[in-house]
């Protein structure tokens, strides 16, 4: 009985520890209002346009792969917040819809490294990166009112929990959070604490 314990305690405390080491290093800030605005400003738009984020990286990441990126986590943050049923409309388009709440941004690092050196190297060996800047701006009059930004890299220890850290992973986890950021915002709760 007292070793049922043990191991229940041990994995109580393993798969917090788990889950953090999986979702990689760095951070999705929190919602951040811009100088001269407030959350609450969220709180009247009824429709969101998503665009593509734009390739604001530089050196050999920059072209064609980080455009598609850029438009593939606009369409992850369109559906996690598609998913919140927050807002009574949500677009990814090619152009703001007016009177609705934009949602651009810029990716500035996007490096998939090479999961067989995060492995059998580690120490930083083959890491992968995400870094963007998503930015909520008023369709009408180009106002910013906040913005989130995401630092993501792998475990620089290696291993098979660095291999399995990717830029998707990565996105998706962003895209998750930018999304419960804006419906807290948009319903008055605890977001830009």
């Not at 990286?57 to 064609?64: C, Q, V, Y």
């Not at 500035?108 to 190297?121: A, N, P, Y």
Request: hydrophobic letters at 40%; aromatic letters at 6%; charged letters at 20%.
């Amino acid at each position: 009985m007292k070793r049922h314990i043990q191991i229940q305690s041990l994995v109580q405390v393993l798969i917090p520890v788990m889950a953090v080491m999986l979702a990689g290093c760095g951070t999705t800030s929190n919602l951040k209002t811009t100088q001269g605005s407030s959350i609450q400003n969220i709180q009247k738009y009824r429709q969101v346009s998503v665009l593509a984020f734009a390739d604001k990286t530089t050196g050999k990441e920059s072209g064609e792969k980080v455009r598609e990126q850029g438009e593939h986590f606009a369409d992850l943050i369109a559906v996690e917040l598609g998913r919140t049923k927050a807002f009574d409309k949500v677009d990814r388009v090619e152009a703001a819809q007016p009177g609705s709440l934009v949602i651009s941004g810029d990716i500035t690092r996007c490096v998939e490294g090479s999961s067989s050196l995060r492995f059998w190297v580690g120490m930083g060996a083959g890491s992968s990166y995400f870094d963007a800047i998503l930015r909520c701006k008023d369709a009408d009059s180009g106002q910013q009112i906040g913005e989130i930004v995401v630092d993501k890299n792998s475990w620089a220890l290696g291993g098979g929990l660095a291999a399995g850290q990717t830029v998707q992973g990565f996105m998706e986890g962003a895209a998750k959070k930018a999304a419960a950021q804006l419906a807290e915002a948009k319903n008055g709760t605890s977001a830009g604490k």
